[in-house]
């Protein structure tokens, strides 16, 4: 995760473009000479000594707002986000070196800033600065302990919302906290109330790396497609040389241009994919499900037979070729597509047990019992050879034979 910075950023305002006041403007000239030494020792690496330069008084707001932005920007441990080691680094330290060894030398300070700041609230005259610091942190647990913190995910958004609104209805707020109160409310599915924060970040930090990316997805999921499609290039634009990144933005794009049902412009983007990687199952999904709504069967029999080709042996991927044969209707495809690559993949027990598993299936859908109860046997067959034929496979396969066998065998 990105460093917290405070700096000067621009807003949109009815007369044009005008500087939001420094966060930090409120301190007192004594405060002011703490953080800027202490954030001097920030800058030669002694995390420790930047800390310990704040001194023990929690009485002061912004000395304890920069206390909270040291302890989730610079820790080397964390134990709960409520107390937090530091060090003075040495040549060859790093945070990544230090925080994945779990090992070294330093000093463990216990520091909750939510019970530390919540005695300051009620009679703070510079409030926005907590809620700030209280929006940041938060969101920062959300990110380092997700699914294992003393509250919930879900309350910790509602807790960095909380704040972060707080906040930037006081006037305090950064670039990154924007960011960071836009992706907090996306993960509470307030989408439409992310879109004007994100906005706003990219207007005075045109250069932030993901937050076209984020906003496109938060203007599709508010149904805005066109204006989704316009930030995800801006996002392709970025990601040039990312290419994991690079495949999520086309697919964005190619999702919006699906819900505009414009498969070509679709399929534009997937082919574009394929250029940077033939191993994304996600772009055979789609291509499979466009050329299919556009009655282009030899074009998603072959996406298909890719996509199965990444994990044939794995149920999942035939499942998931099944349901796009399935959504339009290519009952005999989806049979041509299983009896294909029974014949590709001829000698491959495993896959083949797999494969005559679910043609049993299909056929079973639309009542062959006699196919279905022949193909459930040759499943079996197949996955005994391969030494696979137990647990949740024999239970499938099982239960396929029984309701299929003819009247006389139950």
């Known amino acids: ?49 930047a800390f310990q330069a704040l001194g023990r008084d929690d009485s002061d707001e912004y000395l304890v707002a920069k206390k909270v932005e040291y302890c989730i920007s610079y820790f080397v441990q964390s134990l709960e986000h409520t107390m937090f080691a530091f060090k003075d680094f040495e040549a060859g330290d790093s945070f990544d070196k230090l925080r994945s060894s779990g090992t070294g030398t330093f000093q463990m300070i216990v520091y909750d800033p939510a019970a530390v700041i919540g005695p300051l609230l009620a009679a703070s005259e510079h409030r926005g600065i907590l809620y700030l610091a209280l929006g940041d942190y938060y969101h920062d647990v959300s990110l380092r302990y997700a699914g294992r913190w003393i509250k919930s995910d879900k309350e910790i958004h509602e807790l960095a919302i909380e704040n972060y609104e707080k906040a930037y209805g006081l006037g305090f707020y950064t670039v990154d906290s924007m960011v960071a109160y836009a992706e907090d409310l996306m993960h509470a599915g307030s989408f439409a109330d992310a879109i004007p924060l994100f906005e706003k970040a990219l207007a005075a930090d045109p250069t932030l790396y993901n937050a076209d990316f984020n906003l496109a997805y938060a203007l599709q999921m508010a149904k805005r497609y066109r204006d989704s499609i316009a930030a995800g290039e801006k996002a392709i634009g970025k990601y040039a040389n990312d290419p994991t990144y690079l495949v999520d933005a086309l697919i964005l794009c190619a999702t919006s241009e699906e819900y505009l049902a414009d498969s070509d412009a679709a399929i534009a983007y997937l082919k574009r994919c394929l250029a940077v990687s033939d191993r994304d199952y996600r772009v055979y999904q789609h291509l ?123």
Not at 7 to 36: H, K, R
Not at 313 to 319: E, G, K
């Open 288 to 410: 499979g499900s466009d050329y299919l709504a556009q009655g282009k069967v030899a074009e998603a029999d072959a996406s298909l037979d890719a996509l199965f080709a990444l994990a044939p042996q794995n149920p999942a991927a035939t499942q998931m070729v099944m349901r796009i044969y399935g959504s339009y209707g290519e009952a005999d495809s989806l049979v041509a597509f299983l009896k294909r690559n029974i014949a590709k993949y001829d000698g491959q027990a495993e896959i083949l047990g797999n494969l005559e598993f679910h043609l049993g299936v299909q056929y079973e859908s639309v009542g062959n019992t006699k196919e279905a109860h022949a193909s459930a046997l040759e499943a079996k067959a197949d996955f005994i050879e391969a030494g696979k034929y137990s647990g949740d496979v024999s239970g499938a396969v099982e239960a396929l034979a029984a309701r299929t066998a003819p009247a006389s065998a139950q």
């Open 1 to 49: 995760m990105k460093k917290l910075t405070i700096l000067g950023l621009i807003i949109l305002s009815a007369c044009g473009l005008i500087a939001q006041a420094d966060p930090w403007s409120g301190a007192s000239p004594n405060t002011q000479a703490l953080l800027v030494a202490a954030d001097q020792l920030v800058a030669q690496k002694k995390y420790l000594s």
